[in-house]
Every structure is written in C-alpha cells, then in structure tokens.
C-alpha cells in the first residue's frame, strides 16, 4: 500500500483535511472562551461564572462547520482509501482527491466567515462529486461479492 | 486485500451503508427547505428572510438519525475492515456484515417515518450484536500486542 | 499488515477506544430512561408520555462527551492505521497510542463526572499530542505525492 502513488496522494489529502478539522476545533474553543459561552457547568464557572454557561451563534456555527466535516470528510477516508486500490488512473484519481479537499476548505472558509449563499452550498455539493463517483466505482467492483 | 472476498464483502456492505448517510443528507436538505427552516441567517436569507432561520422538528429528526448513523456506522468502517483481514469464515463474516446493514437501513426508516417504538431501538441494538462480536475476536487477537 | 505489530497494538488500543464510545452510548441510553428524557415523541409514548419528549442537562453532557469522541477518536483511527504503515519505531508508535488512549479515557471519565475543570480540556489537549506527531509524520512522507 506505500508504494501504490495514488494510495499516498489519497494519505497526503486526508491527512490536510484532518489538520483541518483539527483547526475548527481550535477555532471553536477560541471562540467560546472570547465570547464566553461554555458548554459545561464546570468550564463556565472556571472562566468567570455560572451567567457563561450559554449557547452562542458563533459558537454554534463552528459546531456545525465541525460537523458537516465529520458527516462528510470522515466518510471520504473509507471510499478514498478504497477507491486507491482498486487501480485507477493516478491523473483521475488525484482530480477526485484534490476536488474533495478544495471544496472542503471551500466549505469551512464559507462557514466560518458567513459568506453569502450558496456559497457553503455549492462547495458542499461539488465536493460530494468525486465521493458518489468512488462510491459507485466501488459497488461496481464489490457488488459480486455482496 | 482486493482478494481477500470477506473484505470486498466487507467494502460492499459499506459503501452501500455511506450512500445511506448520503441520502440522509439529501432528505434533511429538502427537509429544510419544504419546511422553510435553516439552520444559518445567510440561508434563511437566500430563501425567502430571516424568519426562516429557525429549527423544525422535522429537521431535527433527520439530524438525529444522521448522527447515530455516525455513531455507529463509522466504528463499523474499522471493526469490519480488520475483522475481514483476521480471516474470518466467509459465511459466518457476511452474517455479520448483513445484520448490521439490515439494522441500519431499518433504523433509518423507522426513525424518519417515526415508526412506533421501539422499532428503532431494536434495530439499533441487533444492529450493534455483530459489532460486539468483531470487537471481541479483535481484542482477542490482538491483546498479545498491548 | 497483521504481521506489523505496530499495526497490531494499533488495532489493540483502537478497539478499546471503540468500546468505550459505546459504553458512552449505552449510558446516555441509561441516563435517558432514568432521567425519563427521550429526543423522540414514539420513545417518550412508550415511556410515560408526551411530557418526556424533552432535554435534560446530563443526557446533553452524555452526548457532548460522544459528539467529542467522534471529533477525535475517528480521526486517530485513520492516522493511526497510516502511521503504522510508516515503519516506525515500535516502542515510540506504542507511545503514541498509549498517551491517545489513556487521554480519551480520562476525558470521558472527567466529562460523566463533572472533574473540575481544566481537567477534561487537559486530557483532551495532551491525548491530541499524539495525533498531530502523527499527522505530521504522515505529511513529511507524502508530500511528495500531491
């Protein structure tokens, strides 16, 4: 599997797209402790009091960019790994990664600055692509041995 | 491993389980929009003002059943892919791989058409008994090497 | 692969984290019927009635701590599994799964029993050491392959 180019192409992009989420989080505590909004009875009384154990629409909007990656990115790590060894093209498989790991960023860079839709939407759905076309490509391989 | 048959077993069964958390997607995105209820103002915005940013029980629904799929269909990507590589009997691991996909298809449509309880539940938890049981063999086969 | 013991103690410490998360999952199951809180209408019919169609503080903490877990233990067992592949020293990579590993099990422990806070935020941060050493080994051994 380290010797296959397109397996290692496949690791090099999820690898940054895990650093990515790994950023969201970050961002996500930076933003409750500025804004002070804690999830946790414990946290809040740590931080100034139980009046910061609240919700916030910002703290909210990390949460759901950190979301919208798990649903979406951590099934990327299955069908990627498994779409590079079914022996596909290098050149068309690296579109398929490259498609996926700019859209995300896309994702989260529209997320967390509120660009106007259908910014977010869009790059949601173009990501998407190269996901249903390993996907099929793979029940296509796999589907005798259901 | 693309001749080993219990994993192509194993990656059918997947796949076809993440294009299941796709269609999830899918549903919850014209959920929102059928019901007007978006979860972020430059949505709400898009479509047709602010007092659609808002929550809908609806959504939330299929909000719910999209996060027990990732409760529980991710460790199954893991448990089922180093089970298959533990030689398991073919017959015995594509027993495993079915029950947990029947179980979560059933989840899935007893929890967006509210099937009545504990349908939902039942299929949660016999969906669950193949992951105990390749969880098991792997401690097992594993615990020389803690 | 299973002939890799750095792969082997992976799985090892993986299966213990999987457990764990459900064993998070059977108590938010747990604290739901014994704080008579159900997220769905059909579970609180059959438990009671309409008035327990409702949140509760400790069946959200039960969730936080799952939601949290899926942030971080999924992403461990990718990087995990692709550091394993790297040939890396057996006694440094058992380190690195040992430190995730007993961090995960504090973190849920300090979040189910309200430990003070930094207590939790403290195993959270020393259990992600590992996981960007990790992360960054794997992108110092593809990058060339972007």
Redesign the interface.
């Known amino acids: ?2 010797e296959n ?1 397109v397996f ?2 496949f ?6 797209l ?2 990515k ?2 950023v969201v ?1 970050i961002i996500t505590g930076q933003v409750r402790l500025r804004k002070k909004a804690f ?5 809040a ?3 100034g009091g139980m009046q910061f154990y609240r919700q916030d629409p910002d703290v909210e ?1 990390c949460r ?1 960019a ?2 919208n990656d ?2 979406n990115i ?2 990327f ?3 990627g790994a ?1 779409y590079s ?2 022996d596909p093209s290098p050149a068309v498989a690296r579109i398929h990664f490259l498609i996926f790991c700019v859209g995300r960023i896309i994702h989260t860079i529209a ?1 967390l600055l ?5 910014t ?2 869009v790059a949601y759905s173009v990501a ?1 692509l190269p ?2 076309s390993m ?1 099929l490509q ?2 296509l ?6």
Chains 1, 2, 3 share one sequence.
């Open positions: 599997m380290m180019k290692l192409s690791i090099f992009y999820s690898t940054i895990i650093l989420m790994y989080a999830a946790n009875p414990e946290d009384l740590r931080n909007r759901r950190h979301r798990m649903e951590f099934p790590l299955f069908l498994i060894l079914l997320y509120r660009l106007r839709a259908p977010r939407s998407q996901c249903f996907a793979i029940l391989a796999t589907t005798p041995y259901w």
